[in-house]
């Protein structure tokens, strides 16, 4: 009885203590957490600064840096880039509308790199797409040293080019904006420039999904504050108009498999004859936050889920290939799934909040980084660590469906002082501060019980 009293004691006091960090797991330090449900989460310590009208006046961008800004209402900003001959260098644009803004399917971020010719090197958009719905959409742009082409080639300056779509004039109010810039070291040795094909070089096949259950874990509410989750079924809420970031840790030949659920809705009877469509729009970036897939589907307030279609293995080669979904896997490191839930859904079932289920899949034996002539700015960028996989958590990792340790029964009876440690394990942040805690909690209790005896 004495020994269970006390692990019942460490038991509360972790319990307590992880409630009091109040931090959500696998939000990064470099991330500062949404005041609210409608403010995205930029980059902390982001760098406030002014898109130039003209490229004379562009402020310099620097390698690993996050920066703040604005996209004016029809206008296009311009931003400079200092780059050598070797390195890749890639650069993403966040566009963040105001929640309740007007915007049409069409209206989005179109974002460019440029030579001091006005060349481009490379160029994407990204809409809002059918939901017409406001909430964050990136793209991004890149200055490459290894592909086959001479244009863009030479070292010297570049300009980064933003452009805010909007076609019908939906919108009058300014987006805020989040640039974030990567810089890619190039190979010692080149590699072949032809992307691998499927099938015959790659399953292309989707595996079945996940059955286990659930372990809660909240989404984040920017890319630098998502919450990083490895293979399992993870399960959040979500309201209408919000977005979730997600990221997970894919390394250097693994396929990531990923299926969305929405969960029914109280607010309709089965065969109501209301839906939304695009009610829920799941989107999945690359690490420097390149777009590379989207899936979405029409709710009627039955549950429903949606799949990313199979995507091939991390390769450097990828970049080669024709289309997002296979260019925009060509590094190892933090996938991220940002998932999107229409506002118009409150207009048909209620405010929520509505039951989100990720299925999550990591398959295929990691292997080893090409030969970079150095590293990555910021450091890492395009690697995956064991930090990044306990932080992560998830079945590969000792934690199993349910959220037990891989030690623990398949009925779930595992003691309580096994369940403290889970729960430190899937809260990420500040575990070391919460077992120094524990530990001295324990020794208190049991000096407590010594002294009465």
């Known amino acids: ?58 402020v310099r961008l620097e390698p690993g840096g996050t920066y703040r800004s604005t996209l004016p209402v029809n206008g296009r900003i311009y931003f400079r880039l200092a780059l050598d001959a070797t390195s890749n260098a890639y650069v993403s644009a966040t566009a963040v509308p105001r929640q309740g803004t007007a915007v049409s399917s069409s209206d989005g971020v179109r974002v460019a790199v440029q030579d001091a010719d006005a060349r481009s090197c490379s160029y994407d958009s990204t809409r ?10 990136a793209a991004w742009a890149s200055r490459a040293t290894d592909g086959e082409t001479t244009a863009c080639q030479e070292a010297g300056t570049y300009y980064v080019v933003v452009d805010r779509i909007d076609s019908a004039g939906s919108s009058s109010d300014d987006w805020d904006l989040e640039l974030a810039y990567v810089s890619e070291p190039g190979l010692v040795n080149k590699v072949a420039t032809t992307a691998p094909e499927t099938p015959e070089s790659w399953n292309s096949a989707s595996p079945d999904p996940l059955t286990g259950d659930a372990v809660h874990r909240e989404g984040g509410a920017g890319f630098a504050a998502a919450t990083a989750v490895g293979q399992g079924v993870w399960q959040d809420d979500i309201t209408p108009g919000r977005t979730r ?25 089965s065969g109501g004859g209301q839906s939304v469509s695009s009610a829920l729009v799941m989107s999945l970036y690359n690490p420097a936050r390149g777009y590379v897939d989207d899936e979405g589907f029409l709710y009627d307030g039955r549950q429903i889920s949606v799949a990313l279609d199979p995507l091939p293995p991390v390769a450097y080669a990828n970049r080669y290939g024709v289309g997002d979904r296979t260019s925009g896997m060509r590094f190892a490191g933090s996938y991220y799934l940002v998932v999107h839930l229409a506002e118009q859904v409150t207009e048909r079932f209620g405010a929520g909040p509505y039951g989100l289920t990720l299925r999550v899949q990591v398959s295929g034996t990691a292997q080893d980084a090409p030969e970079y002539l150095g590293q990555s700015v910021p450091r890492d960028a395009f690697a995956v660590t064991e930090q990044d996989r306990e932080v992560a958590g998830g079945w590969t990792s000792g934690v199993v469906a349910g959220g037990m340790g891989a030690d623990d029964g398949a009925d779930g009876s595992g003691g309580g002082g096994d369940a403290a440690m889970q729960v430190v394990a899937v809260s990420g942040i500040g575990a070391g501060s919460v077992l120094v805690l524990v530990l001295a909690l324990w020794t208190l209790v049991a000096r407590r019980r010594a002294g009465r005896t």
Request: proline residues 5%; glycine residues 12%.
């Open 1 to 58: 009885m004495g020994r269970r009293t006390v692990r019942g004691a460490v038991v509360a006091a972790v319990l307590c203590a992880v409630a009091a960090m109040g931090a959500g797991p696998g939000a990064g330090s470099a991330a500062v957490a949404a005041p609210d449900a409608d403010t995205y989460a930029f980059a902390e310590g982001a760098q406030a600064v002014e898109g130039a009208a003209s490229t004379t006046d562009a």
């Open 128 to 137: 809002f797409g059918a939901s017409r719905s406001p909430h964050p959409v």
């Open 245 to 269: 970031f997600y990221r997970v840790p894919v390394d250097w030949g693994q396929q990531l498999h990923v299926v969305a659920e929405l969960g029914s809705s109280s607010g309709v009877s």
